[in-house]
C-alpha cells in the first residue's frame, strides 16, 4: 500500500518562502516521474511541477519562482516554492504524474498579508 504524507505548509506573506516535502513509502520513488499538485477553493487540482530523474517540468505560474527536486535515498520529493503570492493558497499534493496513487492529505499554503 503506497502512502504519501505531505507537508511544510502554512501561512506566509506575499514574496515568503515555503518548502514542502513529500514522504513516499510503499514503492520505490526512483522509478517515478513525481508532481506536485494543487487545489484552491472551487476550482480543479492542476499539476504545478513534475520531476523525472533529474529533468523537470512546471506550469507557466510557477515557472521561475518554484523548485521541484527529489532525494530517491529518503523516497521524498519537494517543493521550495519562492516569491510566493496570494494565488499560490491551496492545497498542495504530491504524486505519481501517470497512473495516481491514492491522494494523500496535503498541506495547506495560505499566502496573506
Known amino acids: 500500500q503506497v502512502q504519501l504524507v505531505e507537508s511544510g505548509g502554512g501561512l506566509v506573506q506575499p514574496g515568503g518562502s515555503l518548502r514542502l516535502s513529500c514522504a513516499v513509502s510503499?514503492?520505490?520513488?526512483?522509478?517515478?516521474?513525481m508532481g506536485w499538485y494543487r487545489q484552491a477553493p472551487g476550482k480543479e487540482r492542476e499539476l504545478v511541477a513534475a520531476?523525472?530523474?533529474?529533468?523537470?517540468n512546471y506550469a507557466d505560474s510557477v515557472k521561475g519562482r518554484f523548485t521541484i527536486s527529489r532525494d530517491n535515498a529518503k523516497n521524498t520529493v519537494y517543493l521550495q516554492m519562492n516569491s510566493l503570492k496570494p494565488e499560490d493558497t491551496a492545497v498542495y499534493y504530491c504524486?505519481?504524474?501517470?497512473?495516481?496513487?491514492?491522494w494523500g492529505q496535503g498541506t495547506q499554503v495560505t499566502v496573506s498579508s
Open positions: 520531476i523525472r530523474s533529474i529533468s523537470t
Open positions: 510503499g514503492r520505490m520513488l526512483s522509478t517515478n516521474v
Open positions: 504524486n505519481r504524474v501517470t497512473t495516481a496513487w491514492p
